[in-house]
């Protein structure tokens, strides 16, 4: 607590800066990194200054934006839970937020209203989740996470019924939104400055958060207010959720992984861990963004399926090691 | 300081009538043991004072408010509670464990100065756990762990002190030390309130009593009016022979034969 907060956050927000002149620079026309930044400075060719700025920058700052809504979510999640395994996709918020998204693509909508849709969805599964778990007494962190698991996998049935009674025209759209895809996403920056707002928010909260991961009992006894304070973890991963999954569809794993990496490198402060989940969650995304894009390219991939590559592994291993 | 005060109080056991209201004080320079059976209530009663649970009846007051007009932050400036229970959730080491105790005292803006560093340090040497200031709580043993919790109460530095079992996992050096510390803390004019399953310990250091019946019963007053062999007979169901060693009373169990 007392060593200092901005070295890993200075390291983090250069690894990030890295990640994405890289991702900008890589397709199928390559641009070199020191033209780059002289783009985005206003000077290059006229073509690159399209392929920078309107196509492939938009794209990469989505992508940093939704990994780091993501992680931060997921690090939300883990404290109000006390359980490492919480993160958005395994608690079925994910899962509600596609549900909303199908049913507007099945009803042949499109744009604006399929977000609106996933968002609502999201809001919808978090409030089932989190209310069902929380029954006549409190939320019990095991109770919960059974409870999003199997909201999770009714969500999964609903999901494969849709597939499978849609006209065979909407399937592409669908899948790819399935399995995310950040080439969906519209403008970047809502999602950016939300995030940047709650990495703001996190520095007076920090510290209670750090005393409520003791245990609520804990915490009460050392004056923090407790249920005001899990209301408010609860509303904001709710929302950060909502935000990435309407971006860029269901995407699995960054929240779950990215904060348990941090931690395991970083200890436990939130006041450090919450803002480096941020950077590193959307630095992963770009990187894996990128992957998706050449590694079958022209074709692109969906960048949720390079991250539960990532990531079930990860989680796996997590699971053994748990006692 | 401001006395804990329990006025007409009934704490809340599921499936348990009433009983008897609780009213006392706990006044600055005294040191309350709670005695009683197992499942008698003792650690809803320490909750239950601390906030942590609301009463079937009655309040709990700090000075002439009650605990339910006062912030929780407020409270925890006040009252500090050991728990018999610990959650260990995330990973954290002894020394952040300890410097947790300084919560009420920072703003939600301030970081914790290397004066608070300093605070926690110290309570972690007087418990005689200060050499493990950077080991993992998880990976120290039953006794340390409990010195450690209530090392992150005097770092906290309540007027009022609530244990629940504070010498559970104890050696007795370490029992020893504990009860002379609170002892200490008592006579520069806090005050303490514990439950103890040793009725011996609470003969010797505790200067007030309240013994807690399984039905909801329940009496209080100095220790020395307390210690009758008949009525902690009856408390734990058990024979006791009682004998005098250094001028205070020494509780022994029978032998069933």
């Known amino acids: ?323 | 300081m401001n006395p804990l005060r329990a006025k007409e109080l009934v704490i809340d056991i599921p499936g348990r009538d009433d009983g008897q209201p609780l009213s006392f004080t706990v006044e600055p320079g005294q040191i309350w043991g709670v005695l009683g059976p197992n499942g008698a209530g003792k650690t809803t009663l320490l909750h239950t004072l601390a906030g942590l649970r609301p009463p079937r009846q009655g309040t709990v007051c700090l000075a002439d408010y009650s605990l339910t007009e006062l912030r929780r932050r407020q409270i925890s400036q006040q009252l500090g509670l050991v728990f018999q229970e610990r959650q260990d959730g995330f990973p954290a080491t002894v020394l952040e464990t300890a410097l947790i105790g300084r919560h009420p005292w920072l703003s939600p803006w301030q970081m914790e100065s290397g004066e608070d560093e300093r605070i926690a340090r110290q309570a972690l040497e007087t418990l005689d756990v200060g050499q493990l200031s950077d080991r993992l709580v998880s990976t120290l043993s039953g006794g340390e762990r409990q010195r450690v919790a209530i090392a992150t109460v005097l770092t906290q530095a309540p007027d009022t002190w609530l244990l629940d079992e504070p010498t559970n996992h104890l050696d007795l050096h370490h029992q020893v030390s504990v009860l002379e510390l609170l002892t200490e803390q008592a006579r520069s004019g806090r005050s303490v309130f514990m439950c103890l399953h040793d009725l011996n310990l609470a003969a010797r250091w505790c200067n007030h009593l309240l013994l807690l019946y399984p039905n909801g019963d329940a009496c209080w007053g100095p220790a020395e009016r307390m210690l009758a062999p008949a009525a902690l007979e009856r408390l734990y169901d058990q024979e006791l022979l009682t004998v005098e060693v250094d001028g205070a009373p020494l509780f022994v169990p029978k032998k069933a034969r």
């Open chain 1, 1 to 323: 607590m007392s060593r200092p907060l901005l070295k890993p956050l200075l390291v983090l927000v250069l690894a990030g800066l890295a990640a994405m002149v890289l991702s900008v620079g890589t397709g199928s026309v390559s641009v070199p990194p020191g033209q780059v930044l002289a783009v985005i400075l206003g000077e290059g060719s006229g073509l690159q200054q399209t392929l920078v700025l309107e196509l492939r920058l938009p794209r990469t700052l989505s992508a940093f934006a939704t990994g780091g809504l993501l992680a931060v979510a997921g690090a939300l999640m883990q404290v109000l839970l006390r359980n490492p395994l919480a993160d958005p996709y395994v608690l079925g918020l994910s899962g509600g937020a596609a549900v909303g998204a199908l049913l507007a693509m099945l009803a042949g909508l499109g744009g604006l209203i399929v977000s609106g849709s996933a968002f609502a969805g999201a809001l919808l599964a978090t409030l089932m989740v989190f209310g069902l778990a929380h029954g006549t007494g409190s939320w019990t962190p095991s109770r919960l996470l059974l409870t999003g698991v199997v909201v999770a996998a009714g969500w999964g049935a609903v999901i494969t019924l849709m597939l499978a009674i849609s006209p065979a025209q909407r399937l592409p759209g669908m899948l790819y939104w399935l399995m995310g895809d950040v080439s969906y996403a519209r403008s970047p920056w809502p999602a950016l400055v939300l995030l940047l707002l709650v990495c703001l928010l996190v520095v007076p909260l920090g510290r209670s958060l750090n005393v409520l991961a003791r245990g609520p009992m804990q915490a009460a006894a050392l004056g923090v207010a407790v249920r005001p304070l899990e209301w408010t973890i609860y509303i904001l991963a709710s929302l950060l959720t909502a935000t990435a999954v309407t971006m860029a569809g269901s995407i699995g794993f960054v929240g779950l992984v990215v904060p348990h990496m941090l931690r395991l490198v970083l200890g436990n402060d939130q006041r450090l861990i919450l803002p480096a989940c941020a950077l590193a969650g959307g630095t992963l995304l770009v990187l894996a963004d990128t992957l998706a894009r050449v590694v079958i390219a022209p074709e692109q991939l969906p960048v949720g399926v390079i991250t539960a590559l990532l990531g079930v592994p990860t989680f796996l291993y997590l699971l053994y090691r748990s006692r």
